[in-house]
């Protein structure tokens, strides 16, 4: 076989190289709905499907997949990797077996310890990733979270912060009130330092370290990669009227919200972001009595004496972004090289016109560790995979949730409603508007291109050998 300018190139940067045949994509997936569609620059395809109410995914140290199927527990998932997209599942075991675990997943830092929740409870459990197994009965790490309406108790597990574990509980229904009271534990983003003691069970009502409180329901946790800054994406609430006025079709805007950093150097750890008395503008043509307001800026669904537009934004901590009512965002994923978040929209229900049922990225400045776009802006997302017809949604489309980058640098994502997992996969750094994206199915040939770009490397995004193989197929 002639040596390409491309294997040259490789060889030159001091790669370890061995030329094979590019392997074709077999045995493709093809999803039930309509085809999603794919922003220019990126490609995807559907590797899983068949799954219960897929939720949140991480990945463990040898690339198995692990998946949280809501109602049924943690399952595991290994693949063959034909490069590009092209991966292949080759076997699914139940790796817990816990049917009220419905959204929280974590691994420690030595992969050895997998944390999931339930409504109420954090769990732990010993885990041997070469096995695929976990052993003994788990332990519970945190309690007493409690409440009968957003249920979802997300984890992140630090990576900046050694052994510490950010926990985030929605608001309780029918009761929004007790959000306002710190020491409810509702409506908050805690963190919890797991090397204090192995044995101590903590109380999320009087434990941890409050991040943020105020929140109606933070279901997307994410940290910096590089400044260590913490964010979350927050879900605000549907059916508003303001002096009367049914306002809810455009507001109160979705948020992503900054909790400062785990070591306390800067501010914003602790404050309260305004849920139930405050909340965020999107469309200030809907809202009554608007002088002031703007996009991001907090608004009182009812004005008083003692709460008025001015207060919230002098009493509480407005949004550092804010999206389009009823988006629902989900989960929220930090490229490695820190200049990118991508973000999963589930969609709304309480909307004339379907909204959201996206996963869209956000700009960031790596080293500042802050999104490029001002508070005020309405235009901070660009798509990256969206539904070809939104007014199928919700019934007869993905509806995006967990997020997980793998060791290649793809981009993998859970559609719950469908029991689906998608990867998707950059092909280019400056595509062309006029360009779409590809949506491998039976009938399409993988994008080479897309096995050789890594948005974090900038080379061989799914190893060497395969990478070179299919890029030389293409030469």
């Known amino acids: 076989m002639k040596t390409t300018r491309a294997a040259k190139a490789a060889l030159a940067a001091g790669l370890s190289v061995s030329i094979v045949t590019a392997q074709s994509c077999s045995n493709v997936i093809v999803p039930s709905h309509a085809l999603p569609v794919v922003a220019s620059g990126w490609q995807a395809q559907l590797v899983v499907a068949g799954l219960v109410k897929p939720r949140s995914i991480q990945f463990d140290s040898t690339g198995a997949l692990l998946v949280v199927e809501s109602g049924k527990g943690v399952t595991r998932h290994s693949f063959t990797d034909n490069g590009g997209t092209c991966v292949t599942l080759t076997k699914s075991t139940v790796l817990i077996d816990q049917a009220a675990l419905n959204h929280g997943l ?86 919890f330092d797991l090397s204090a003691s192995k044995s101590r069970v903590y109380d999320y009502d009087t434990d941890g370290t409050v991040l943020g409180w105020g929140l109606r329901n933070s279901v997307g946790v994410g940290e910096h990669p590089i400044t260590g800054g913490i964010y979350a994406v927050e879900n605000s609430i549907d059916g508003v009227t303001r002096d009367g006025k049914d306002i809810h079709e455009n507001n109160p805007g979705e948020e992503l919200n900054f909790f400062g ?89 309480d909307k004339t016109q379907p909204a959201g049922y996206r996963l869209a990225s956000v700009a960031f400045n790596a080293d500042t560790g802050e999104p490029v776009a001002s508070p005020d802006s309405n235009d901070a997302l660009t798509d990256i995979l969206t539904n070809a017809n939104q007014t199928d949604c919700p019934d007869k489309c993905f509806r995006p949730v967990g997020l997980a980058f793998d060791a290649a640098g793809r981009l993998w994502m859970t559609a719950d409603s469908t029991g689906e997992i998608y990867v998707l996969q950059k092909t280019s750094s400056s595509p062309t508007a006029t360009t779409g994206g590809t949506f491998v199915t039976a009938t399409s040939k993988p994008n080479a291109a897309a096995a050789l770009w890594n948005p974090d490397t900038k080379l061989l995004g799914y190893g060497v050998v395969g990478a070179l193989a299919a890029w030389l197929a293409v030469l």
């Open 106 to 191: 974590a691994l420690s830092a030595d992969g050895k310890t997998l944390y999931a929740s339930s409504v109420d409870s954090v769990f732990a459990w010993d885990y041997d990733p070469n096995a695929g197994s976990v052993g003994g009965r788990p332990v519970v790490v945190v309690n007493n979270m409690g409440n009968n309406d957003l249920v979802t108790r997300t984890l992140l597990m630090s990576k900046k912060q050694t052994n510490t574990l950010l926990v985030s509980r929605g608001s309780s229904d029918g009761n929004e009130a007790k959000a306002t009271v710190l020491s409810s534990g509702l409506s908050q983003i805690r963190a």
């Open 261 to 349: 950093y785990l070591n306390a150097t800067k501010a914003n750890q602790g404050g309260n972001y305004g849920y139930p008395k405050c909340f965020a503008v999107w469309d200030v043509t809907e809202i009554p009595e608007s002088d002031g307001l703007g996009v991001g800026k907090q608004f009182a669904i009812q004005e008083n004496s003692t709460l008025t537009d001015e207060t919230c934004a002098s009493d509480y901590v407005a949004p550092r972004l804010t999206f389009p009512a009823h988006y629902a965002p989900i989960d929220i994923k930090f490229a490695a090289d820190g200049k990118t978040a991508y973000v999963t929209f589930r969609g709304s229900f």
